[in-house]
Protein backbone atom coordinates (compact mmCIF):
# COMPACT_ATOMS: atom_id res chain seq x y z
CA UNK A 1 0.00 0.00 0.00
CA UNK A 2 1.53 3.46 -0.78
CA UNK A 3 0.61 6.23 1.11
CA UNK A 4 1.76 9.82 0.26
CA UNK A 5 1.77 12.94 2.58
CA UNK A 6 1.86 17.13 2.44
CA UNK A 7 3.13 19.42 5.11
CA UNK A 8 2.24 23.09 5.34
CA UNK A 9 5.81 24.84 5.75
CA UNK A 10 4.18 28.30 5.62
CA UNK A 11 5.26 28.98 2.17
CA UNK A 12 3.00 26.04 0.84
CA UNK A 13 2.24 22.28 1.30
CA UNK A 14 5.52 19.93 0.50
CA UNK A 15 4.51 16.07 -1.05
CA UNK A 16 6.31 13.07 0.78
CA UNK A 17 7.43 15.38 4.07
CA UNK A 18 7.55 14.08 7.61
CA UNK A 19 6.69 15.81 10.76
CA UNK A 20 9.73 16.54 12.64
CA UNK A 21 10.28 14.74 16.24
CA UNK A 22 10.32 18.11 17.69
CA UNK A 23 6.57 18.18 16.99
CA UNK A 24 4.69 17.73 19.71
CA UNK A 25 2.22 15.24 17.70
CA UNK A 26 4.99 13.05 17.35
CA UNK A 27 6.74 13.35 21.27
CA UNK A 28 2.80 13.00 23.14
CA UNK A 29 0.32 12.34 20.69
CA UNK A 30 -0.54 16.22 20.98
CA UNK A 31 -2.66 16.33 17.50
CA UNK A 32 -6.12 16.36 16.72
CA UNK A 33 -7.25 14.93 12.84
CA UNK A 34 -10.51 14.01 10.79
CA UNK A 35 -10.46 11.11 8.82
CA UNK A 36 -12.15 11.86 5.40
CA UNK A 37 -13.02 9.29 3.07
CA UNK A 38 -12.02 9.43 -0.57
CA UNK A 39 -14.66 7.15 -3.19
CA UNK A 40 -14.11 7.11 -6.91
CA UNK A 41 -11.20 9.76 -6.84
CA UNK A 42 -13.60 12.00 -4.76
CA UNK A 43 -12.90 13.39 -0.86
CA UNK A 44 -16.24 13.25 1.37
CA UNK A 45 -17.73 15.42 3.54
CA UNK A 46 -15.22 17.93 3.29
CA UNK A 47 -16.88 21.05 4.92
CA UNK A 48 -18.25 18.68 7.39
CA UNK A 49 -14.80 17.29 8.50
CA UNK A 50 -13.22 20.65 8.59
CA UNK A 51 -15.98 22.04 10.45
CA UNK A 52 -15.27 19.38 13.52
CA UNK A 53 -11.70 19.43 13.34
CA UNK A 54 -12.23 23.39 14.19
CA UNK A 55 -14.52 22.84 16.96
CA UNK A 56 -11.90 20.40 18.53
CA UNK A 57 -8.94 22.63 18.42
CA UNK A 58 -11.06 25.22 20.07
CA UNK A 59 -12.30 22.54 22.72
CA UNK A 60 -8.76 21.46 22.84
CA UNK A 61 -6.94 25.29 22.99
CA UNK A 62 -5.67 24.85 19.95
CA UNK A 63 -5.76 28.43 18.02
CA UNK A 64 -8.45 28.44 14.60
CA UNK A 65 -6.35 26.67 12.29
CA UNK A 66 -8.34 28.69 9.51
CA UNK A 67 -6.51 31.90 11.39
CA UNK A 68 -3.48 30.69 12.82
CA UNK A 69 -2.86 28.62 9.09
CA UNK A 70 -5.55 30.87 6.89
CA UNK A 71 -3.51 30.26 3.66
CA UNK A 72 -3.08 26.67 4.29
CA UNK A 73 -6.78 26.30 5.34
CA UNK A 74 -8.20 28.08 2.39
CA UNK A 75 -5.77 25.94 0.10
CA UNK A 76 -6.93 22.40 1.96
CA UNK A 77 -10.90 23.20 1.45
CA UNK A 78 -10.66 24.78 -1.88
CA UNK A 79 -7.88 22.72 -3.57
CA UNK A 80 -5.94 20.33 -1.77
CA UNK A 81 -8.72 18.16 -0.78
CA UNK A 82 -10.88 18.35 -4.33
CA UNK A 83 -7.82 18.47 -6.57
CA UNK A 84 -4.93 17.16 -5.33
CA UNK A 85 -6.01 13.34 -3.32
CA UNK A 86 -6.09 11.65 -6.50
CA UNK A 87 -2.71 11.89 -7.44
CA UNK A 88 -1.23 11.97 -3.97
CA UNK A 89 -3.23 8.80 -3.92
CA UNK A 90 -1.06 7.03 -6.99
CA UNK A 91 -3.73 6.13 -8.71
CA UNK A 92 -5.81 4.81 -6.53
CA UNK A 93 -9.44 5.66 -6.60
CA UNK A 94 -10.60 4.96 -2.61
CA UNK A 95 -9.49 5.40 0.30
CA UNK A 96 -8.73 7.82 3.40
CA UNK A 97 -7.27 11.03 3.87
CA UNK A 98 -6.11 12.03 7.91
CA UNK A 99 -5.94 15.67 8.14
CA UNK A 100 -3.37 16.43 11.35
CA UNK A 101 -3.39 19.91 13.18
CA UNK A 102 -0.49 19.11 15.76
CA UNK A 103 0.14 21.34 18.86
CA UNK A 104 3.84 22.28 17.03
CA UNK A 105 7.02 22.52 19.04
CA UNK A 106 7.68 23.21 22.22
CA UNK A 107 6.92 21.76 26.03
CA UNK A 108 4.26 19.63 26.89
CA UNK A 109 3.14 22.14 28.93
CA UNK A 110 3.39 25.03 26.48
CA UNK A 111 0.48 26.46 24.58
CA UNK A 112 -0.14 25.38 21.10
CA UNK A 113 0.82 29.06 19.49
CA UNK A 114 2.11 27.55 16.21
CA UNK A 115 0.49 24.28 15.36
CA UNK A 116 1.78 22.15 12.11
CA UNK A 117 -0.90 20.75 9.23
CA UNK A 118 -0.15 17.65 7.83
CA UNK A 119 -2.15 15.33 5.79
CA UNK A 120 -1.93 11.57 5.24
CA UNK A 121 -3.16 9.41 2.27
CA UNK A 122 -3.88 6.33 2.16
CA UNK A 123 -5.50 3.95 -0.84
CA UNK A 124 -7.68 1.23 0.48
CA UNK A 125 -9.77 -1.05 -1.21
CA UNK A 126 -13.95 -0.15 -0.33
CA UNK A 127 -15.57 -2.63 2.01
CA UNK A 128 -17.34 -5.08 0.20
CA UNK A 129 -20.85 -5.28 0.05
CA UNK A 130 -23.15 -7.51 1.51
CA UNK A 131 -20.27 -8.51 3.79
CA UNK A 132 -21.22 -10.33 7.19
CA UNK A 133 -22.73 -7.87 10.05
CA UNK A 134 -19.34 -7.28 12.31
CA UNK A 135 -18.33 -9.14 15.61
CA UNK A 136 -16.83 -7.68 18.35
CA UNK A 137 -15.13 -8.32 21.48
CA UNK A 138 -16.43 -7.73 25.06
CA UNK A 139 -15.87 -4.53 26.13
CA UNK A 140 -12.33 -3.95 27.45
CA UNK A 141 -11.33 -1.71 30.22
CA UNK A 142 -8.77 0.98 28.38
CA UNK A 143 -7.33 3.79 30.05
CA UNK A 144 -8.66 6.70 29.90
CA UNK A 145 -8.63 8.80 26.09
CA UNK A 146 -8.47 12.79 25.87
CA UNK A 147 -10.86 14.53 27.53
CA UNK A 148 -14.18 15.86 25.99
CA UNK A 149 -13.90 12.55 23.68
CA UNK A 150 -11.77 14.61 20.96
CA UNK A 151 -10.14 12.51 18.55
CA UNK A 152 -6.05 12.86 19.30
CA UNK A 153 -3.36 11.42 18.27
CA UNK A 154 -2.71 9.36 21.51
CA UNK A 155 -3.78 6.26 20.06
CA UNK A 156 -1.71 3.58 21.45
CA UNK A 157 -4.08 1.92 23.77
CA UNK A 158 -6.94 2.07 21.29
CA UNK A 159 -4.22 0.26 18.53
CA UNK A 160 -3.94 -2.30 20.83
CA UNK A 161 -7.09 -3.20 21.58
CA UNK A 162 -7.65 -3.48 17.85
CA UNK A 163 -4.62 -5.66 17.41
CA UNK A 164 -5.79 -8.18 20.08
CA UNK A 165 -9.52 -8.34 18.10
CA UNK A 166 -8.15 -8.90 14.66
CA UNK A 167 -5.67 -11.11 16.27
CA UNK A 168 -8.95 -13.29 17.52
CA UNK A 169 -10.89 -13.10 14.66
CA UNK A 170 -13.12 -10.30 15.29
CA UNK A 171 -13.79 -7.20 13.30
CA UNK A 172 -13.54 -4.70 16.00
CA UNK A 173 -13.49 -4.31 20.22
CA UNK A 174 -15.67 -2.51 22.29
CA UNK A 175 -13.86 -0.09 25.19
CA UNK A 176 -15.48 0.62 29.02
CA UNK A 177 -14.33 3.16 31.48
CA UNK A 178 -12.57 1.68 34.61
CA UNK A 179 -15.77 1.96 36.04
CA UNK A 180 -17.45 -0.23 33.59
CA UNK A 181 -19.42 2.03 31.64
CA UNK A 182 -18.94 1.89 27.41
CA UNK A 183 -17.32 4.14 25.51
CA UNK A 184 -16.75 3.38 22.01
CA UNK A 185 -15.32 0.94 19.55
CA UNK A 186 -11.74 1.45 18.92
CA UNK A 187 -11.85 2.45 15.90
CA UNK A 188 -15.74 3.46 15.44
CA UNK A 189 -18.18 5.23 18.12
CA UNK A 190 -21.23 2.68 18.80
CA UNK A 191 -25.02 2.71 19.37
CA UNK A 192 -26.59 -0.05 20.71
CA UNK A 193 -30.51 -0.78 21.45
CA UNK A 194 -31.75 -0.75 24.79
CA UNK A 195 -35.37 -1.27 25.43
CA UNK A 196 -36.22 -0.39 21.72
CA UNK A 197 -34.36 2.95 21.85
CA UNK A 198 -31.40 3.70 20.46
CA UNK A 199 -28.46 5.06 22.24
CA UNK A 200 -25.03 6.11 22.15
CA UNK A 201 -22.15 6.49 25.01
CA UNK A 202 -22.18 10.40 25.84
CA UNK A 203 -19.48 12.63 25.14
CA UNK A 204 -18.17 12.21 28.87
CA UNK A 205 -18.03 8.74 28.28
CA UNK A 206 -15.58 9.41 25.76
CA UNK A 207 -17.19 8.79 22.79
CA UNK A 208 -15.59 10.93 20.02
CA UNK A 209 -17.25 13.88 18.39
CA UNK A 210 -17.81 11.63 15.12
CA UNK A 211 -18.89 13.48 12.05
CA UNK A 212 -21.02 10.22 11.31
CA UNK A 213 -22.22 9.63 15.31
CA UNK A 214 -23.15 13.48 14.79
CA UNK A 215 -25.08 12.53 11.61
CA UNK A 216 -26.91 9.46 13.47
CA UNK A 217 -28.28 12.24 16.41
CA UNK A 218 -29.24 14.74 14.00
CA UNK A 219 -31.57 12.62 12.46
CA UNK A 220 -33.14 11.78 15.75
CA UNK A 221 -32.44 8.35 15.02
CA UNK A 222 -30.78 7.99 18.68
CA UNK A 223 -29.96 9.54 22.01
CA UNK A 224 -26.60 9.60 23.99
CA UNK A 225 -26.09 8.77 27.63
CA UNK A 226 -23.91 6.84 29.91
CA UNK A 227 -24.28 3.00 29.62
CA UNK A 228 -23.32 0.78 31.74
CA UNK A 229 -22.19 -2.85 30.87
CA UNK A 230 -25.58 -4.81 32.51
CA UNK A 231 -27.61 -2.49 29.67
CA UNK A 232 -25.16 -3.43 27.38
CA UNK A 233 -25.63 -6.71 27.95
CA UNK A 234 -29.27 -6.50 27.73
CA UNK A 235 -29.37 -4.78 24.15
CA UNK A 236 -30.66 -6.64 21.00
CA UNK A 237 -28.98 -4.13 18.29
CA UNK A 238 -26.11 -2.56 17.59
CA UNK A 239 -24.25 -0.55 15.14
CA UNK A 240 -20.53 0.99 14.67
CA UNK A 241 -20.16 4.27 13.14
CA UNK A 242 -16.81 6.02 11.21
CA UNK A 243 -16.11 8.11 8.25
CA UNK A 244 -14.50 4.96 6.55
CA UNK A 245 -17.30 2.34 6.93
CA UNK A 246 -20.35 4.64 7.53
CA UNK A 247 -22.83 2.51 9.63
CA UNK A 248 -21.67 -0.73 9.94
CA UNK A 249 -24.55 -3.51 11.53
CA UNK A 250 -22.98 -5.14 14.55
CA UNK A 251 -24.07 -9.39 14.86
CA UNK A 252 -22.34 -10.43 18.34
CA UNK A 253 -20.93 -8.86 20.79
CA UNK A 254 -18.50 -10.92 22.78
CA UNK A 255 -19.70 -15.00 22.37
CA UNK A 256 -23.37 -13.07 21.72
CA UNK A 257 -25.33 -13.24 18.75
CA UNK A 258 -27.31 -10.30 18.34
CA UNK A 259 -29.64 -9.07 15.16
CA UNK A 260 -28.57 -7.17 12.59
CA UNK A 261 -31.43 -4.67 12.54
CA UNK A 262 -33.16 -3.45 8.82
CA UNK A 263 -33.29 -0.42 10.89
CA UNK A 264 -29.66 0.45 10.74
CA UNK A 265 -29.17 -1.01 7.20
CA UNK A 266 -31.70 1.54 5.85
CA UNK A 267 -30.32 4.17 8.30
CA UNK A 268 -26.48 3.31 6.57
CA UNK A 269 -27.77 3.29 3.33
CA UNK A 270 -29.64 6.99 4.05
CA UNK A 271 -25.88 7.98 4.82
CA UNK A 272 -24.29 7.01 1.82
CA UNK A 273 -26.35 9.28 0.24
CA UNK A 274 -25.67 12.27 1.60
CA UNK A 275 -23.36 14.29 -0.30
CA UNK A 276 -22.43 17.14 2.14
Known amino acids: MNSASLLWT ?29 RNH ?42 LIPPAMAGGESGTARIYVTAGDGGPGAPAIEPRLFLLFEPRPLPAP ?21 KSGAYWANADSYARARAAGRDEALLANPDGTLRSACMANVFVRIDRRWLTPSADSG ?56 EVIELAAAFDLVDE
Open 10 to 38: GEGFVPNATLPVTDRGVRYGMSLFETVRV
Open 42 to 83: RAERVVTHLHSLRAACALAGFPDPATALSEAWGQLASEVLPA
Open 130 to 150: GRPPFAVTAPRIAPPGYPRGL
Open 207 to 262: ARAGTVRAWVLDQGFAGERTIDGAELASADAAFLTNSWIGIEPIGQIGERPIMASE
